[in-house]
Every structure is written in C-alpha cells, then in structure tokens.
C-alpha cells in the first residue's frame, strides 16, 4: 500500500502567522495536487505540481514539488481566518488518474 | 460545484439492506470516481470508470459493486450495508487523467448504517 504522510494533522495559529503543512512518501508522484475541504462540502482543487523542484504561488499560498518527486510542502504566509479548513495533498502514482490521499491536516486560524 | 451532484445528501439505513447512491454529471467528463472518508483514513478509493461499461476497482472495493450505463450517471451500490461502511462518500470527475488537472468533487452523501 503506498501511503502519504501529511503533517502535522491539527495546526492552530493566530491570524497573521505563517504555517507550512507537509507531505511524504517513499512513492515516486507523476503529479501531486493540494486540495483544501470546507465542512459538509468536497474538497476543491488549488493546484497541481508535476515537474520536480517546482514552485507554484496562489495568493498568499505557495506550493513545492520535492527535487525527486516523493514530497510537497504547502506554505501559508500571513495566514487569515478564511483559510480555516482540512488541507488534502493527492498523489498520482504511475499517471494513472486514481489519486491517493494524506490524511489531511486540519487547519484553525483564529482572528 | 454546479457539474456534478451527488443524491441524497444523507442517508441513513439499516444493516443488511442495500443501499445505491447516485452521482450525476453534466461535463461530459469520461473518467468518474468513488471515494470514501473516514476520520484518520483521508479519502481511500473505492471504484472507478474510465467510460460507459469501464469500472475497475480501487483500494476498498470490497462490498461495493457500480455502474455505469452512461456517460453522466454513475451508481455505487452497497449490496448488504454494514456499520463498517458509515461514512461520507464523495463522487469525483475528471476529464483526462493524464492532464493532470485534478479532480472536481461533489458535495458528498452522508451516510449511516444502523
């Protein structure tokens, strides 16, 4: 079974903080994405990252692919209670389209 | 998200019974997918299908059969519910997997097995 660390699992922080969430594998990844769920909804996809070493930014989101493919990091900086939610990374090993799942890291931004 | 919906929304039925939900389409994806989550398991595969008639299996199939008779519709059948399978199951499209463009989901079926 090929398995996605994500961690940390649970992170409260103050409102203007900066977080970084993580997510390992022994797993080489054709593709990684990061989704972000909000309670009672799917999650919803931010973005994918495909080639190793690549940096995408959304905002105030920044998302690495790890140089060999088996790792991600997702950075928040000034972090706002509108980014409270569960953080899911996803991998697809192979390019096969069937994603597997961290198991999320739940995120508390208090005003 | 407006493309896909899943039906019901909750549900709650008793062991032994079987139970379908019942997502539904309106991009003209090919590829669907159905997922389960648990507290502590993130979401874990269950089936999926890369077209009319195309299913495969995923990581948690047992228990579980689908179909699909088009495009749009794709069934997941518990064929005998048991309190093992209590959960939150969530539809996902995607277009061409190798686009690497990521899956949209629906917004979920709770369900209870009592």
């Known amino acids: 079974t090929q398995l996605l660390e994500q961690s940390p699992q649970f992170l409260s922080i103050q409102e203007g903080e900066n977080l970084t969430v993580y997510c390992n594998s022994s797993?080489?990844?054709?593709?990684l994405q990061w989704y972000r769920q909000e309670p009672g909804e799917g999650p919803v996809l931010l973005v994918t990252?495909?080639?190793?070493?690549e940096v995408k930014k959304l905002k105030r989101l920044t998302f690495q692919f790890g140089d060999a493919r088996k790792d991600s990091s997702l950075h928040i900086t000034a972090a706002q209670p509108g980014d409270t939610g569960l953080y899911l990374c996803?991998?697809?090993?192979?390019?096969?389209?069937?994603?597997?799942f961290g198991q999320g890291t739940t995120l508390q931004v208090k005003p | 998200d407006a493309g896909i919906t899943q039906s019901p929304r909750h549900k709650v039925t008793e062991t032994g019974t079987p139970v379908t939900l019942r997502c539904h389409q309106t991009?003209?994806?090919?590829?669907m997918y159905w997922y389960r989550q648990d507290p502590g398991h993130g979401l874990r595969l269950i089936h999926y299908?890369?077209?009319?008639?195309?299913?495969d299996k995923g990581e948690v199939s047992d228990g579980y059969s689908v179909s699909r008779s088009k495009t749009e519709d794709f069934l997941l059948t518990l064929e005998s519910a048991t309190s093992s399978q209590t959960s939150v199951y969530f539809c996902?499209?995607?277009?061409?997997?190798?686009?690497?463009?990521?899956?949209?989901f629906g917004s979920g079926t709770r369900l209870t097995v009592v």
């Open positions: 996902a499209i995607s277009d061409m997997p190798r686009d690497n463009y990521g899956y949209t």
């Open positions: 797993s080489v990844f054709s593709s």
């Open positions: 990252v495909v080639t190793g070493g």
């Open positions: 996803a991998g697809d090993i192979g390019n096969t389209g069937k994603l597997i």
């Open positions: 991009e003209n994806h090919r590829y």
């Open positions: 299908s890369y077209g009319v008639k195309d299913t």
